[in-house]
């Protein structure tokens, strides 16, 4: 007899000690998010005096400025290559290739290599935000919680962290390798992560699905086209009109693209589109704004409202995720309404003097973002999260070619010093003044758009790593059916709803997040056929019909047969089957699919066996044996049947003519025979 295989448990294996794996992994994020987004900023013009004579200035600037398109293309292509690559492997890689750029920047001494070095950085941190983001997703809710403050605080912070090393410098270099020692530290922790984790266990990283592979490939596309336009913008020297309209119609297109999906996962790519269009430039901008040179506080005097801008972002999204977990619908706009308010309080308090009455627009930014991004991220898989992230960055050049486009417009003619200090300050009003009423927009598209149905679920519950091996063969479609929701990394139970006498069930699983609800609907049809999820059978199994099969189609009885992860099913639309007279009902076999076997009666469904007696009810438990458990598929023989049948009923003469006797039954399972060791010898 076959030894029936042993699947796997989809379970992984316990973690030892995971609060130090989080612990270092929380230690990580805080460290890496910052150094990834502070290579956005293009600071090389505040140290424009010390660059050389005999090198090009503005196209050294240009190439200084690659930073942002090789983030923007990286984010989606490393979000597709987390399919095969561990989010481990992944951040180290990142974490590796910025401390690389650190090395290459003190020997920078042309356009070439400056260009290469900032390239190199941007890959790098383009590596490093869908890695962190992938590591924390299935891990403590804090954790997510933590990536998501320090994320907001590192947008609109992004500006001064990379000014705050140019302080009375002496080489414009260090434009190139700001913070060379946080990259050590940071790559210290990551591979220490490594160490751990594959030591202490290696929890279940959640994987895309196949689908969103694509959307998150297409996404590179419009991140490519906005990159060529803000290259095009720097070396053709365009004016403002063009530009503005060049940098809207950006907007219009991540708006276009954000609007694929499900309503969930729509909210999510609207949210990360106007944080990122708005949220980064207008900090930028009233972080120049405040400098000492112009009368303001300078970094000194922002450091306070930065801080407590952060801790309260923070706070907010550790609130949220662990409070408010099936709020999204409601709070994503409220949270985008926090930034409209903050945004027209930077028209009433910059510029200032006093620093400290920056933490009210420093702080309804960035708490706004952190619960608008905390909020739609638990309504959503890691495949949404990624494709919502690669449109964050997106946005954010777009919000920089639209404010630089603003600035061109109300700075050209100028003639004199406070002139040009009124028109800066003049600009980032207007900025103010439109990026709130595009946020206002985005909240009514969000909307309006919530109402819809998506015309996909594109964003179906990855299947874990430790899922995806307890497959039969090693691939294929899943057993299971409808995989588990990894929102939290909990398992998630799943329920069947059965009612008796309905054409079908639909097997819900419910999530530890308490939101959004995963799965298909798998439906049973009365006639016995394939379920539209998974309805071919996995690799190496054969369909295994019965002596009785002939008998169930001729009668006009369904086969029995459905596919995997449908419900089960007792009957024809949940009634009950009384045997014909011309049944034997301690004989008959009905038909099965994946090797299981129903008794007596008729035909029965995937994992239930029927014992003697008529079907129970649609959704009932007809007599499950052992070898019809999960452990395997147990061989079955089928026994060949004689020509006259296997339901003591003989088949016409070849004249036509009825026997007026039936000749002698045939059993359904035939005698057995003389066995060798019954023979007694000589």
Same mark, same amino acid.
Request: aromatic share 4%; glycine share 14%; hydrophobic share 50%.
């Given at each position: 007899m076959a030894v029936p295989p042993i699947q796997r448990s989809p379970r992984p294996a316990d973690l030892r000690h995971p609060w130090l794996l989080d612990t270092v992994l929380g230690l990580l994020v805080v460290a890496a998010l910052p150094l990834a987004i502070i290579t956005i900023p293009n600071t090389l013009s505040v140290v424009a005096k010390l660059l050389p004579g005999d090198i090009d200035q503005v196209g050294l600037m240009r190439t200084h400025g690659l930073a942002l398109p090789a983030l923007m293309l990286a984010v989606p292509l490393?979000?597709?290559?987390?399919?095969?690559?561990?989010?481990?492997?992944?951040?180290l890689a990142g974490l590796a290739?910025?401390?690389?750029?650190?090395?290459?920047?003190?020997?920078?001494?042309?356009?070439?290599?400056?260009?290469?070095?900032?390239?190199?950085?941007?890959?790098?941190?383009?590596?490093?935000?869908?890695a962190t983001l992938a590591a924390v997703w299935n891990r403590a809710p804090v954790l997510?919680?933590?990536?998501v403050g320090v994320f907001s605080l590192s947008l609109l912070a992004a500006e001064a962290f990379a000014l705050w090393p140019l302080d009375k410098v002496s080489s414009w270099k260090v434009t190139l390798q700001p913070y060379p020692l946080v990259t050590g530290a940071a790559l210290a922790l990551a591979a220490i992560y490594l160490v751990?984790?594959?030591?202490?266990?290696?929890?279940?990283?959640?994987?895309?699905?196949?689908?969103?592979?694509?959307?998150?490939?297409?996404?590179?596309?419009?991140?490519?086209?906005?990159?060529?336009?803000?290259?095009?913008?720097?070396?053709?020297?365009w004016r403002a009109i063009p530009v503005i309209m060049l940098a809207a119609t950006a907007i219009v297109g991540l708006l276009a693209l954000a609007s694929i999906g499900t309503a969930e996962s729509r909210t999510l790519a609207y949210s990360m589109v106007a944080v990122g269009v708005v949220l980064v430039p207008s900090a930028a901008q009233v972080t120049l704004v405040e400098m000492g040179g112009l009368g303001g506080p300078g970094l000194r005097g922002l450091w306070i409202p930065y801080g407590v801008a952060g801790l309260l972002a923070l706070g907010a999204s550790v609130v949220v995720r662990l409070f408010a977990r099936a709020a999204g619908r409601w709070l994503a706009p409220l949270g985008l309404l926090s930034m409209v308010v903050g945004l027209c309080s930077v028209r009433v308090v910059v510029p200032s003097a006093d620093g400290l009455v920056l933490a009210v627009p420093f702080t309804l930014l960035a708490v706004g973002a952190a619960v608008a991004l905390t909020a739609t991220l638990q309504e959503v898989g890691i495949g949404t999260a990624a494709f919502g992230l690669s449109l964050c960055f997106a946005g954010v050049l777009a919000g920089f070619l639209l404010g630089t486009g603003v600035q061109m417009a109300l700075l050209?003619?100028?003639?004199?010093?406070?002139?040009?200090?009124?028109?800066?300050?003049?600009?980032?009003?207007?900025?103010?003044?439109?990026?709130?009423?595009?946020?206002?927009?985005?909240?009514?598209?969000?909307?309006?758009?919530?109402?819809?149905?998506?015309y996909e679920k594109v964003d179906?519950?990855? !299947? *874990?790593?430790? +899922?995806? #091996?307890?497959?039969? =063969?090693?691939? &294929?479609?899943? /057993?299971?059916?409808?995989? $588990?929701?990894?929102?939290?990394?909990? !398992? *998630?139970?799943? +329920?069947? #709803?059965?009612?008796? =006498?309905?054409? &079908?069930?639909? /097997?819900?699983?419910?999530? $530890?997040?308490?939101?959004?609800?995963?799965?298909?609907?798998?439906?049973? #049809?009365?006639?016995? =056929?394939?379920?539209?999820?998974?309805?071919?059978?996995?690799? $190496?199994?054969?369909?295994?019909?019965?002596?009785?099969?002939?008998?169930?189609?001729?009668?006009?009885?369904?086969?029995?047969?459905?596919?995997?992860?449908?419900?089960?099913?007792?009957?024809?639309?949940?009634?009950?089957?009384?045997?014909?007279?011309?049944?034997?009902?301690?004989?008959?076999?009905?038909?099965?699919?994946?090797?299981?076997?129903?008794?007596?009666?008729?035909?029965?469904?995937?994992g239930k066996a029927a014992g003697a007696g008529p079907s129970g009810r649609r959704g009932e438990d007809v007599g499950e044996g052992d070898e019809d458990g999960p452990t395997g598929i147990v061989p079955r023989i089928v026994v060949p049947v004689p020509s006259q049948g296997a339901f003591d009923k003989a088949k016409p003469r070849r004249d036509g003519h009825e026997p007026a006797e039936p000749e002698e039954a045939v059993p359904a399972v035939p005698p057995q025979g003389h066995s060798p060791e019954d023979t007694t010898s000589p």
């Amino acid at each position: 007899m076959a030894v029936p295989p042993i699947q796997r448990s989809p379970r992984p294996a316990d973690l030892r000690h995971p609060w130090l794996l989080d612990t270092v992994l929380g230690l990580l994020v805080v460290a890496a998010l910052p150094l990834a987004i502070i290579t956005i900023p293009n600071t090389l013009s505040v140290v424009a005096k010390l660059l050389p004579g005999d090198i090009d200035q503005v196209g050294l600037m240009r190439t200084h400025g690659l930073a942002l398109p090789a983030l923007m293309l990286a984010v989606p292509l490393a979000a597709v290559a987390l399919r095969r690559v561990k989010a481990a492997h992944l951040m180290l890689a990142g974490l590796a290739l910025v401390a690389l750029s650190d090395a290459a920047g003190g020997y920078a001494a042309s356009e070439l290599v400056v260009g290469a070095v900032r390239v190199l950085r941007g890959i790098g941190a383009g590596l490093i935000m869908p890695a962190t983001l992938a590591a924390v997703w299935n891990r403590a809710p804090v954790l997510r919680a933590l990536w998501v403050g320090v994320f907001s605080l590192s947008l609109l912070a992004a500006e001064a962290f990379a000014l705050w090393p140019l302080d009375k410098v002496s080489s414009w270099k260090v434009t190139l390798q700001p913070y060379p020692l946080v990259t050590g530290a940071a790559l210290a922790l990551a591979a220490i992560y490594l160490v751990a984790w594959m030591l202490l266990g290696r929890p279940a990283q959640p994987r895309l699905h196949v689908r969103e592979r694509s959307r998150l490939l297409l996404a590179a596309v419009p991140a490519a086209g906005i990159a060529v336009v803000a290259i095009s913008t720097a070396t053709e020297g365009w004016r403002a009109i063009p530009v503005i309209m060049l940098a809207a119609t950006a907007i219009v297109g991540l708006l276009a693209l954000a609007s694929i999906g499900t309503a969930e996962s729509r909210t999510l790519a609207y949210s990360m589109v106007a944080v990122g269009v708005v949220l980064v430039p207008s900090a930028a901008q009233v972080t120049l704004v405040e400098m000492g040179g112009l009368g303001g506080p300078g970094l000194r005097g922002l450091w306070i409202p930065y801080g407590v801008a952060g801790l309260l972002a923070l706070g907010a999204s550790v609130v949220v995720r662990l409070f408010a977990r099936a709020a999204g619908r409601w709070l994503a706009p409220l949270g985008l309404l926090s930034m409209v308010v903050g945004l027209c309080s930077v028209r009433v308090v910059v510029p200032s003097a006093d620093g400290l009455v920056l933490a009210v627009p420093f702080t309804l930014l960035a708490v706004g973002a952190a619960v608008a991004l905390t909020a739609t991220l638990q309504e959503v898989g890691i495949g949404t999260a990624a494709f919502g992230l690669s449109l964050c960055f997106a946005g954010v050049l777009a919000g920089f070619l639209l404010g630089t486009g603003v600035q061109m417009a109300l700075l050209d003619g100028v003639r004199s010093a406070q002139e040009l200090v009124d028109r800066f300050v003049g600009a980032l009003h207007w900025w103010a003044l439109i990026g709130g009423f595009l946020m206002v927009g985005i909240i009514v598209l969000a909307a309006v758009m919530a109402r819809r149905a998506g015309y996909e679920k594109v964003d179906e519950p990855p !299947t *874990s790593e430790a +899922h995806e #091996d307890a497959r039969p =063969g090693g691939g &294929g479609e899943d /057993v299971s059916g409808v995989p $588990g929701s990894v929102g939290d990394g909990a !398992t *998630s139970s799943q +329920h069947v #709803d059965v009612g008796a =006498g309905s054409a &079908g069930g639909a /097997v819900e699983p419910s999530s $530890g997040d308490g939101g959004r609800k995963w799965g298909d609907v798998a439906r049973a #049809d009365a006639g016995g =056929g394939e379920s539209a999820a998974g309805g071919r059978p996995e690799a $190496g199994e054969d369909r295994v019909g019965s002596a009785a099969a002939g008998h169930d189609a001729t009668n006009g009885e369904p086969a029995g047969g459905v596919g995997a992860g449908s419900v089960p099913d007792g009957g024809a639309e949940g009634g009950t089957h009384e045997p014909g007279a011309d049944e034997d009902v301690g004989g008959a076999v009905s038909s099965g699919r994946r090797g299981k076997a129903a008794g007596a009666g008729p035909s029965g469904r995937r994992g239930k066996a029927a014992g003697a007696g008529p079907s129970g009810r649609r959704g009932e438990d007809v007599g499950e044996g052992d070898e019809d458990g999960p452990t395997g598929i147990v061989p079955r023989i089928v026994v060949p049947v004689p020509s006259q049948g296997a339901f003591d009923k003989a088949k016409p003469r070849r004249d036509g003519h009825e026997p007026a006797e039936p000749e002698e039954a045939v059993p359904a399972v035939p005698p057995q025979g003389h066995s060798p060791e019954d023979t007694t010898s000589p």
